[in-house]
């Protein structure tokens, strides 16, 4: 594989990445938005291949195998189950409707691409000029975080923020140590667990996931 | 040769050995070649979601048809209107003809290629849309000033989307002179399969859907007061000038895929007026087209129309994904 095609791929899977963070501002359908994490995970997985292939470094590669493992297979499948017990549940009120969220999102696309130009300057290459697109994901996730209601749409958020950090680890230093990165992707699939276990008990209790119901306390 | 020399030879006309002659005879080819082509394409997205449906349905020349028996009918005005309800469909098949006549279709380098911006194109076919949009107003009829508004709310979501995606083309091309993008894209093969170009590629079908009056966002065979857009705006027209209104929208939904076409796939475009270039930059230019055709006819097979509040969701959706190219072309220039 040439230079050039590599720095093709890496372009590539790096604008997935952004994409799929745009694409859950985008769908309301939470099974929809649980198969666009998956996509991600596995471009985010694609990426670190690609680099680990560019730099001949074992440890990335192992990084890409537990990421694919993680963030493509395992937490998509858990979310996934959550969402099933749950059939026909939608999005359906935001607090911040759908139009207006993707216009925010291309205004955190270009805060991004504005306040990275430093971070890119420390070493410029043609692969650490890519860290803007993780750190739109980063902001897109937390714009998730704070403006979705359902606890599967807010996990999902979480999710996109880790997969921005990932992203810009991955594109800035060429790569994590094979202990953060462990450490890292166990905590999220902690996140996860305990995530399946609070919406389970919730909807056994009040019959719906929604948090934004559960600020008033109740007897 | 450098994106900008490109563009400087084709503002002086020095971009192809042809001479003015040829660059004419090619832009008045193109012009018959979306006249005809438009309608024909029409014609094979009917057929296709007949096929689809599993009907047999109208042959594909069903337009053309159509237009001539319009043509042979009576003209008929409404009582209470002015001439804007009848200089309407005349602005739009002129401006719609113009811009045909400048893009680059057929040959990268037609008549007056230097002025084909981006810019220009793009509020050719705005001016189309407004002359609509006055016609439908004018013979104070509730159903086309119905039509009209939601058109333009459309139109109004959709024109950014689109300048914003060829934003992120002219940002790769350092041109935003359409035949310059062309020309550039021909010289790099490689930029085809670029993120930023999938991205504004996915934007620009939403917005040709958008602009062309195709389902998700309005169904061009309903007949359902409630639910129409483009046909409320025309239901005045009658005769020759409804056969022209037809005509217009046929040869700008001609244009348009022309455009998606040749801007993100340019191959076998004519790079010089020779007689064999154009034919052979002709078929391809159909052939392309076709192709977007079908792709277009299987999306709306497969959709349901979407309620009017929710186009919104689909163009500005469309809107973020041509920011994004733009961010993409940026960074990894």
């Known amino acids: 594989m040439s230079a050039g095609t590599e720095l093709d791929l890496v372009e590539l899977t790096a604008g997935v990445v952004l994409a799929c963070a745009v694409v859950t501002l985008w769908r309301r359908d939470l099974r929809a938005l649980v198969a666009v994490l998956a996509l991600q995970g596995v471009a985010l997985a694609a990426l670190a291949a690609v680099l680990a292939l560019h730099t001949g470094d074992v440890g990335l ?25 749950d059939p026909g549940s939608r999005e ?44 739109a994901t980063v902001l897109v996730g937390f714009f998730v975080l704070v403006t979705r209601r359902k606890a599967v749409s807010q996990i999902v958020g979480l999710l996109l923020v880790d997969n921005g950090v990932a992203l810009v680890a991955f594109l800035l230093t060429a790569g994590v140590p094979l202990l953060v990165e462990l450490g890292a992707s166990f905590d999220v699939l902690l996140v996860v667990v305990v995530l399946q276990v609070l919406a389970t008990s919730m909807r056994a209790r009040f019959g719906h996931v929604d948090l934004d119901q559960l600020r008033e306390l109740h007897d | 040769m450098s994106p900008a020399a490109i563009t400087a030879a084709l503002v002086t006309g ?58 042979r009918k009576e003209r008929i005005h409404a009582e209470h209107a002015s001439a804007v309800l009848t200089l309407a469909p005349l602005v739009l098949v002129a401006s719609a003809a113009v811009a045909v006549a400048i893009s680059p279709l057929v040959i990268t ?22 002359a609509l949009a006055l016609g439908g107003l004018d013979p104070g009829t509730a159903f086309g000033g119905m039509g009209s508004s939601r058109a333009m709310t459309i ?51 939403v917005v040709v859907i958008a602009e062309t009056g195709r389902i998700p966002v309005d169904n061009p065979s309903t007949h359902l007061e409630l639910t129409m857009i483009h046909e409320a705006m025309v239901l005045e027209h009658a005769g020759p000038d409804l056969g022209l209104v037809t005509l217009g929208e046929a040869m700008r939904l001609g244009l348009l895929f022309g455009l998606v076409a040749n801007l993100f796939f340019p191959w076998g475009i004519a790079t010089n007026a020779s007689l064999p270039h154009l034919a052979l930059g002709v078929g391809v230019l159909g052939a392309k087209a076709a192709a977007i055709a079908l792709v ?37 220039r």
Not at chain 1, 61 to 85: E, F, S, T
Not at chain 1, 100 to 107: E, H, K, M, P, R
Not at chain 2, 20 to 41: C, H, K, Y
Request: a positive charge; zero cysteines.
């Open chain 1, 92 to 135: 359906t009120t935001p607090l911040v409707n759908v139009p207006a969220s993707l216009v925010a999102a291309a205004g955190l696309v270009i805060v991004a691409y504005l306040s990275a130009g430093r971070l890119t300057s420390l070493f410029p290459s043609p692969v650490t000029r890519l860290a803007p697109l993780g750190l």
């Open chain 1, 61 to 85: 590669g192992v990084v890409a195998g537990v990421v694919l493992l993680a963030k493509g297979l395992v937490i998509p499948n858990l979310l996934a189950r959550v969402v099933r017990r």
């Open chain 2, 109 to 130: 380098a037609p008549v007056l290629a230097g002025g084909a911006d981006a810019f220009v194109v793009v509020y050719l076919l705005l001016m189309g849309s407004v």
């Open chain 2, 155 to 205: 139109g109004a979501l959709a024109e950014p989307a689109l300048l914003v995606s060829i934003l992120a083309l002219s940002i790769q091309a350092e041109t935003s002179n359409l035949p310059g993008i062309v020309t550039a894209t021909l010289a790099h093969p490689g930029w085809m399969a670029n993120p930023e170009r999938l991205l504004a590629l996915v934007a620009v079908v």
């Open chain 2, 296 to 332: 277009i006819a299987l999306i709306e097979v497969s959709t349901a129309k979407l309620r009017l509040f929710r186009v919104p969701e689909l163009l500005s959706g469309a809107f973020v994904l041509a920011v994004l190219a733009v961010m993409t072309g940026l960074v990894t």
């Open chain 2, 14 to 71: 020095t971009a192809t050995p042809t001479g003015l002659g040829p660059r004419i005879a090619a832009s008045i080819l193109q012009v018959a070649a979306v006249a005809v082509g438009g309608p024909l394409l029409v014609g094979l997205m009917a057929k296709i979601r007949a096929r689809a449906e599993g009907r047999i349905g109208a042959p594909i020349s069903q337009p053309l048809r159509d237009l001539r028996k319009l043509v």
